[in-house]
């Protein structure tokens, strides 16, 4: 199994800047770096749509584990909140049906 490389974002934007102020070309690139065209141009979009701005500030695995808690946490408690008001309004037909296994 191929191992997944993680990029930076410094090394993305300075690749698209490399290709966009002409220095080396899309294909020079790509095989200097090993990349797959598809996703060199998928960088280059995003840094032609939002510039710098459209990377990420933090690679996969980086985010802060209490903050990626504290998100987690927040989309578990609105997903209660959501089942919750789906079951009050499907009123009490769900109750009782064969192979139920949520609570009321």
Do not use: N
């Not at 459209?54 to 909140?81: H, M, S, T």
């Amino acid at each position: 199994m191929k191992l997944r490389r993680v990029h930076t974002r410094e090394f993305k934007i300075a690749l698209c800047r490399r290709i966009e102020s002409k220095e080396t070309s899309r294909a020079a690139a790509v095989r200097e770096h090993s990349l797959a065209p598809s996703m060199l141009g998928r960088w280059l979009e995003v840094y032609r749509a939002k510039g710098e701005e459209g990377f990420a500030e933090w690679a996969p695995g980086e985010i802060d584990k209490d903050k990626r808690i504290a998100q987690l946490e927040q989309a578990l408690g609105q997903a209660y909140l959501d089942i919750k008001i789906l079951k009050s309004a499907l009123g009490g037909s769900h109750q009782g049906k064969k192979g139920d296994r949520s609570e009321s």
